[in-house]
Structure formats: structure tokens, C-alpha cells
């Protein structure tokens, strides 16, 4: 296993600086896997992650859940080099176990796009500097037709819907083509029904680029729908690791989720009797 430095992001308002390409990129991504050992965070007296160990194979999907105050946004913010660590070991690695840039991005519950840049010139703030403009240009609108906005690149993002909003947002993200996504819970304010919609895309797109996805959502059946397993985080530990068996595309209503589901509710409050 290789240890790796953080690829350093530069807050501004909380929202990570993309870094730099000299090109955009094309095809699938070069998921990263991650791993954690002894992962442990503090401020001050409140130790909000208690060492943590958790391994990501590359091109997994995986959600965290937890109460409110669990430490899953902490958790997620040292993973995108958003906070550091008090203690412990963060390590990137590529599919076949070697030192690897996690060329990270995040969606965040607010898409935060800037309103005086179209739609299209919003997606290409995900490529950085240095990227020629036609070959920019065309890179946004092979994301937005991903994203299935592809008639939407020359608005103003004031004249979309919530749920468009967050689709350019996820198409900023995915310009780049990074190895691993982190969702924090980027569906939040959305719609029941905008909010399954939003869900398929995303399972979508992450099977057809191959990237790690790590989604921090409150929903329980949202994590058992689109991840391939579900971490319980409780008061800074992990209570539960629970894979998902079923095959995609999955169903809402499945009764085996709903199973799950149970589970993963049990565990959260506290009354499963062990784990």
C-alpha cells in the first residue's frame, strides 16, 4: 500500500478549487481506491472520528449515514483534503495497487454555480486553467449530454429547475473525469420525484465512467439504492458495514432493501442488539 499526500484543495466559500488539467479528459475514469487506518479527528475536546479503518476498492460506490454529529461530513471533507486529519493514515492507490492522484471532486446539496457564466461555461470552471477553449467547449458538451442537459449549455443557470441546477453542478464534477466522486448529500433539497430521478442518473453515470463514489446522505433507502455497501457511522466509529447484494438497477419497494433498510435504521438507532 502507498501512502500519498492529499491532492491540496483551496476553499473558497467551502467549495474546492478544481485542480488543473492540460487537457480535458475522455472515456472512463481511473477510479482511485482509498484507504483509511486509524483515522482519528478532533476539535479541541470533541474527538469527532475515532479511528477509523475503512478500505475503498477502486470504482466502488459506497454511502455513509449516521445521525446528525456522527462525524460522516468530517469524514468526507478530510477525504476531498477539505480538513486534516489529528491522526492516522489516508492513502490513494489506481486498481492495481499503485501510488495514485485521486483527482477528486465533490458535489455539494447547493450546486453553487456561478449565475453571470452560461450553463455550458459553468461545466468548464471543472476543468481548471490551462485547457484550450474548443477542446474545453467540447468536453462540456459531451458532459451535459451525459447529464442529459445537452439542450441547456447556452442558458443562464437562474432559468433552470433545482433539479437542473444540481444536474450541471454533477456535470462540473464529472468534466474532469475524476477517479473518485464525493457526494454530500447532493440531493437533499430536492423533490421526491426529482430525487429518485437524480438518483438513477447518478447510478447511470457512475457505471459508465467507473469512478469511486462517496455519497454522505441522510436517506437510508437512497444509500441501499445506489451503494454497493452502506457505513454506519455512530459517535465517530463505524457501527455497521453492510454490503448490498442485489444487482442494479434496483427497484424502490424491492422487499429484500427494505430488509436492508431495516438493518441500517437499527443500527442508527441503536436497536439492533449488536452488530
Known amino acids: 500500500m502507498t501512502s500519498i499526500a492529499h491532492e491540496r484543495f483551496h476553499a473558497v466559500a ?6 488543473r488539467e492540460k487537457a480535458p479528459a475522455a472515456g472512463r475514469s481511473a477510479a482511485a481506491a482509498i484507504s483509511l487506518t486509524g483515522l482519528e479527528k478532533s476539535f479541541g475536546a470533541n474527538r469527532v472520528l475515532r479511528g477509523i479503518n475503512l478500505h475503498i476498492p477502486a470504482g466502488q460506490f459506497v454511502a455513509v449515514i449516521g445521525k446528525s454529529g456522527c462525524g460522516k461530513s468530517t469524514l468526507l471533507r478530510i477525504l476531498m483534503g477539505l480538513d486534516e486529519p489529528s491522526a492516522g493514515e489516508l492513502h490513494f492507490e489506481d486498481a492495481d495497487g499503485a501510488q495514485a492522484s485521486p483527482n477528486a471532486r465533490i458535489v455539494f ?7 453571470w457564466l452560461s450553463v455550458a461555461d459553468n461545466v468548464v470552471v471543472g476543468l481548471g486553467d490551462g485547457v484550450d477553449s474548443r477542446a474545453a467547449a467540447k468536453a462540456a458538451e459531451a458532459v451535459l449530454a451525459e447529464v442529459q442537459l445537452g439542450e441547456k449549455a447556452g442558458e443562464w443557470p437562474t432559468r433552470l429547475s433545482g433539479g437542473q441546477r444540481q444536474r450541471v453542478a ?7 473525469r475524476p477517479g473518485v466522486l464525493a457526494l454530500d448529500e447532493p440531493l437533499g433539497a430536492l423533490d421526491a420525484l426529482t430525487r429518485i430521478s437524480m438518483q438513477e442518473l447518478i447510478n447511470r453515470v457512475w457505471r459508465e465512467l467507473g469512478f469511486t463514489a462517496v455519497l454522505v446522505t ?3 433507502s437512497e444509500a441501499v439504492h ?3 455497501r452502506v457505513i454506519v457511522l455512530d459517535e465517530g466509529r463505524i457501527a455497521l458495514d453492510l454490503p448490498i447484494p ?4 434496483r427497484r424502490h419497494g424491492h422487499p429484500g432493501l427494505a430488509e436492508l433498510e431495516g438493518r441500517l435504521l437499527a443500527a442508527i438507532l441503536g436497536t439492533d442488539g449488536g452488530h
Open 14 to 19: 467551502e467549495e474546492p478549487a478544481y485542480a
Open 109 to 115: 446539496q447547493e450546486p453553487r454555480l456561478l449565475p
Open 218 to 220: 441522510h436517506d437510508v
Open 246 to 249: 442485489y444487482p442494479r438497477p
Open 226 to 228: 445506489l451503494a454497493d
Open 170 to 176: 454533477l456535470a462540473r464534477a464529472l468534466v474532469s
